[in-house]
């Protein structure tokens, strides 16, 4: 298909503006068609001198000249002063530099169709940054109409995007097969491909722009939802639901095991899902429970009763510490009631590992702990009925399926996230799911307090980190990168390590974690810092998941103004976990008054829902909840969490046009005539 092709088929594009376009992802005529325009600017409409507003827009107007003179401004520049009249007035163009060049043709008389800046000027309005074009005699200033602004990269130019955009029109208009079943377009009354395509990259008017938009954010969403049903149906096949007896005496025993009483929140999130998983119905539910609120002892109770009726749970969390951590606890709660439990991450190797495996593909092993290991190919359970993931958006919508499939039930689900998730979401990601949600913390704890300095308070705060270290508790200092260089002005994780050893931290024992540390050593140094015989920890946001050291009272946060709110309360949350008091620094380099205003919200708030929702209306949607994080496709005009109304209609009619045998062929074909891939993706895998 022409589409298909690279863009070095378009006329005018050779191997360095290909490469231009390489930068921005677009490789074949069809990715340049995909990319929609970023802006548009209104040229559709030619204006006299009286309508031309004087805000500085561009605009685009006729007009004869009427003088040129030469002029040398106050900081001794050339310049060329055009004066134009039209019937309604008169206004001056300053054209520097090359610009003069032009004007050299432009004689009384001349007509000219000019597009500049305009401002208010002495006397006559003035015009600056003018594009002008003469018309020859008896020409029509005809108005190039709303053009379209894209993104660019290196050496290209709107109007190199343009021509190529518009050659390839020319292509679609010979041959574009429709892209979306038709009696959705019907139903919908959407405008027909081609027509779309054209009006969103040269809008014939804002009207037509507005349909072609609505279109394509229809599509995205529409086949995003068929290919997230489609995965479902397969993943769900005939599979039935397990239902469970009511708690009996391990749970009672679970419960009697813990060295605290359930809160009311934990109480309430724990009779729903012992509801849920009472049902034959699978549960699909999700716990929303800021950070510290104690989410671990509510999936402690839904693994146990699994156990109890004699199926197997897992949790499955993302990274080997947390993993540790996990397994620890959950040791804690339910050995004393007599349940099994193992761990399963890629540092569990060799015999270990071909036990584990052994005991949970026979049965002997009722709860499983473990990371992504647990979803390979050779791990097998024997009844599994419960799957628990504990993350912070970090798997993928495939990784959770994959883990569901391992049982030849369908199994009861629970997804866990200390960072509320938008409903339109959540649907997407994790289709239809009940929500639960734990606001507050366990009683007992004291609000941790939270301050803000500039870099200049930085040694003060270190004296302060060591007088907590001698009085017997444990710090944090997080740096948002590991290696200088990574970002310029960034205090990175080695030097901050290496410079403490030496001073503050001198005689005093300290370790630096991160990311690019071996598994084993990272569990090593994080086990030295939960025994206390680390004092400081000096890391990257690794421990920012969940981990569980009660004597740790300080946390300090390099470069505060690098992470989102959402992120620093969650590194906040874990100190605070102990009785003693404790104590979050947020250092910035920055004195800007908008860094210093957002990061003060976290000296207001200790609420982790207020926070994200903050920190979604600070920094958009985007960045926080991408997709591709979950294994989900870019969207290129849609936005999950605007076009809210959209999604869901989309959602029902995908669920329709799916029970139907010959709208899903439709849809087959509607994939294949799309520009790339991205949809295909999701239906294959
Ligand atoms: P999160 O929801 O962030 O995963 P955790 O499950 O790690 O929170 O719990 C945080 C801390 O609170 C742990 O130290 C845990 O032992 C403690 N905790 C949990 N539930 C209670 C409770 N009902 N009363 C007192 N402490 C509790
Ligand atoms: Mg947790």
């Given at each position: 298909?022409?589409?298909?092709?690279?863009?070095?088929?378009?006329?005018?594009?050779?191997?360095?503006?290909?490469?231009?376009?390489?930068?921005?992802?677009?490789?074949?005529?069809?990715?340049?068609?995909?990319?929609?325009?970023?802006?548009?600017?209104?040229?559709?409409?030619?204006?006299?001198?009286?309508?031309?507003?004087?805000?500085?827009?561009?605009?685009?107007?006729?007009?004869?000249?009427?003088?040129?003179?030469?002029?040398?401004?106050?900081?001794?520049?050339?310049?060329?002063?055009?004066?134009?009249?039209?019937?309604?007035?008169?206004?001056?163009?300053?054209?520097?530099?090359?610009?003069?060049?032009?004007?050299?043709?432009?004689?009384?008389?001349?007509?000219?169709?000019?597009?500049?800046?305009?401002?208010?000027?002495?006397?006559?309005?003035?015009?600056?940054?003018?594009?002008?074009?003469?018309?020859?005699?008896?020409?029509?200033?005809?108005?190039?109409?709303?053009?379209?602004?894209?993104?660019?990269?290196?050496?290209?130019?709107?109007?190199?995007?343009?021509?190529?955009?518009?050659?390839?029109?020319?292509?679609?208009?010979?041959?574009?097969?429709?892209?979306?079943?038709?009696?959705?377009?019907?139903?919908?009354?959407?405008?027909?491909?081609?027509?779309?395509?054209?009006?969103?990259?040269?809008?014939?008017?804002?009207?037509?722009?507005?349909?072609?938009?609505?279109?394509?954010?229809?599509?995205?969403?529409?086949?995003?939802?068929?290919?997230?049903?489609?995965?479902?149906?397969?993943?769900?096949?005939?599979?039935?639901?397990?239902?469970?007896?009511?708690?009996?005496?391990?749970?009672?025993?679970?419960?009697?095991?813990?060295?605290?009483?359930?809160?009311?929140?934990?109480?309430?999130?724990?009779?729903?899902?012992?509801?849920?998983?009472?049902?034959?119905?699978?549960?699909?539910?999700?716990?929303?429970?800021?950070?510290?609120?104690?989410?671990?002892?509510?999936?402690?109770?839904?693994?146990?009763?699994?156990?109890?009726?004699?199926?197997?749970?897992?949790?499955?969390?993302?990274?080997?510490?947390?993993?540790?951590?996990?397994?620890?606890?959950?040791?804690?709660?339910?050995?004393?009631?007599?349940?099994?439990?193992?761990?399963?991450?890629?540092?569990?190797?060799?015999?270990?590992?071909?036990?584990?495996?052994?005991?949970?593909?026979?049965?002997?092993?009722?709860?499983?702990?473990?990371?992504?290991?647990?979803?390979?190919?050779?791990?097998?359970?024997?009844?599994?009925?419960?799957?628990?993931?504990?993350?912070?958006?970090?798997?993928?919508?495939?990784?959770?399926?994959?883990?569901?499939?391992?049982?030849?039930?369908?199994?009861?689900?629970?997804?866990?996230?200390?960072?509320?998730?938008?409903?339109?979401?959540?649907?997407?990601?994790?289709?239809?799911?009940?929500?639960?949600?734990?606001?507050?913390?366990?009683?007992?704890?004291?609000?941790?307090?939270?301050?803000?300095?500039?870099?200049?308070?930085?040694?003060?705060?270190?004296?302060?980190?060591?007088?907590?270290?001698?009085?017997?508790?444990?710090?944090?200092?997080?740096?948002?990168?590991?290696?200088?260089?990574?970002?310029?002005?960034?205090?990175?994780?080695?030097?901050?390590?290496?410079?403490?050893?030496?001073?503050?931290?001198?005689?005093?024992?300290?370790?630096?974690?991160?990311?690019?540390?071996?598994?084993?050593?990272?569990?090593?140094?994080?086990?030295?810092?939960?025994?206390?015989?680390?004092?400081?920890?000096?890391?990257?946001?690794?421990?920012?998941?969940?981990?569980?050291?009660?004597?740790?009272?300080?946390?300090?946060?390099?470069?505060?103004?690098?992470?989102?709110?959402?992120?620093?309360?969650?590194?906040?949350?874990?100190?605070?976990?102990?009785?003693?008091?404790?104590?979050?620094?947020?250092?910035?380099?920055?004195?800007?008054?908008?860094?210093?205003?957002?990061?003060?919200?976290?000296?207001?708030?200790?609420?982790?829902?207020?926070?994200?929702?903050?920190?979604?209306?600070?920094?958009?949607?985007?960045?926080?909840?991408?997709?591709?994080?979950?294994?989900?496709?870019?969207?290129?005009?849609?936005?999950?969490?605007?076009?809210?109304?959209?999604?869901?209609?989309?959602?029902?009619l995908a669920k329709q046009a799916l029970a139907n045998k010959k709208l899903t062929g439709e849809i087959e074909e509607a994939l294949n005539a799309q520009f790339d891939e991205r949809f295909k993706r999701i239906f294959n895998s």
């Amino acid at each position: 298909m022409w589409w298909q092709d690279p863009v070095t088929k378009l006329k005018g594009i050779g191997p360095k503006k290909a490469a231009d376009f390489a930068n921005l992802n677009i490789v074949t005529i069809g990715d340049l068609l995909n990319r929609y325009p970023r802006a548009y600017v209104d040229q559709s409409k030619v204006k006299t001198i009286a309508e031309l507003t004087t805000g500085g827009e561009k605009q685009l107007f006729l007009a004869e000249v009427y003088r040129v003179t030469d002029k040398i401004s106050a900081r001794r520049m050339r310049y060329t002063l055009v004066t134009v009249k039209d019937s309604t007035g008169f206004a001056e163009l300053y054209m520097f530099a090359h610009q003069r060049f032009q004007t050299r043709n432009y004689k009384p008389g001349v007509q000219l169709l000019i597009d500049g800046k305009v401002q208010p000027g002495r006397g006559a309005k003035m015009v600056t940054d003018a594009y002008v074009q003469i018309l020859k005699d008896g020409e029509e200033a005809a108005a190039p109409g709303i053009l379209p602004v894209y993104a660019l990269s290196g050496a290209l130019t709107q109007q190199n995007v343009r021509t190529a955009v518009k050659t390839a029109l020319a292509m679609a208009e010979d041959y574009l097969p429709e892209s979306l079943p038709q009696e959705v377009i019907t139903a919908k009354k959407l405008p027909p491909r081609l027509e779309a395509l054209k009006n969103i990259h040269f809008p014939a008017s804002f009207a037509e722009l507005n349909r072609a938009r609505s279109r394509f954010v229809f599509e995205e969403l529409f086949l995003l939802q068929c290919g997230l049903l489609y995965y479902r149906s397969r993943v769900q096949t005939s599979r039935s639901g397990i239902k469970l007896a009511p708690d009996g005496d391990v749970i009672k025993r679970v419960l009697a095991a813990m060295p605290f009483k359930l809160t009311e929140a934990q109480q309430q999130a724990w009779h729903d899902i012992s509801f849920d998983m009472q049902d034959k119905k699978p549960m699909h539910r999700l716990l929303q429970g800021d950070v510290g609120s104690g989410k671990t002892a509510v999936s402690a109770l839904a693994l146990a009763k699994a156990a109890e009726n004699g199926y197997q749970g897992c949790i499955m969390v993302p990274t080997e510490i947390l993993a540790q951590q996990h397994y620890e606890t959950l040791q804690q709660f339910l050995q004393p009631a007599g349940i099994s439990i193992g761990l399963l991450t890629s540092s569990v190797k060799g015999t270990k590992r071909r036990e584990v495996l052994q005991a949970l593909a026979e049965g002997s092993l009722q709860v499983i702990v473990g990371t992504h290991a647990l979803i390979q190919d050779d791990v097998e359970f024997d009844k599994l009925a419960l799957v628990v993931t504990d993350e912070q958006h970090r798997f993928g919508v495939e990784q959770r399926a994959k883990l569901a499939n391992k049982s030849a039930f369908e199994p009861d689900v629970l997804v866990m996230t200390a960072t509320p998730i938008p409903r339109t979401l959540a649907l997407t990601v994790y289709g239809d799911l009940d929500v639960s949600v734990m606001k507050g913390r366990p009683p007992g704890r004291k609000a941790i307090k939270t301050l803000c300095y500039t870099g200049d308070k930085r040694r003060e705060v270190y004296a302060g980190m060591v007088r907590q270290i001698k009085a017997g508790h444990q710090a944090y200092i997080v740096c948002a990168v590991i290696e200088q260089g990574e970002m310029p002005g960034v205090r990175a994780a080695e030097d901050v390590y290496n410079e403490l050893s030496k001073t503050f931290l001198n005689g005093i024992s300290c370790a630096l974690l991160h990311g690019k540390m071996k598994p084993a050593e990272k569990e090593s140094v994080m086990e030295a810092f939960a025994a206390g015989e680390i004092k400081a920890l000096i890391s990257t946001t690794v421990i920012e998941v969940g981990v569980n050291v009660p004597n740790a009272t300080l946390m300090i946060i390099e470069n505060a103004d690098r992470f989102g709110l959402a992120q620093l309360h969650q590194l906040r949350g874990r100190v605070g976990r102990g009785e003693a008091q404790s104590f979050c620094v947020l250092l910035t380099d920055s004195d800007a008054p908008e860094t210093l205003a957002r990061l003060n919200v976290l000296h207001t708030s200790d609420d982790g829902f207020y926070l994200a929702e903050q920190d979604l209306k600070l920094r958009g949607a985007g960045q926080l909840f991408g997709l591709r994080q979950h294994g989900l496709p870019d969207l290129y005009i849609a936005d999950i969490l605007q076009d809210t109304d959209v999604l869901v209609e989309a959602r029902a009619l995908a669920k329709q046009a799916l029970a139907n045998k010959k709208l899903t062929g439709e849809i087959e074909e509607a994939l294949n005539a799309q520009f790339d891939e991205r949809f295909k993706r999701i239906f294959n895998s």
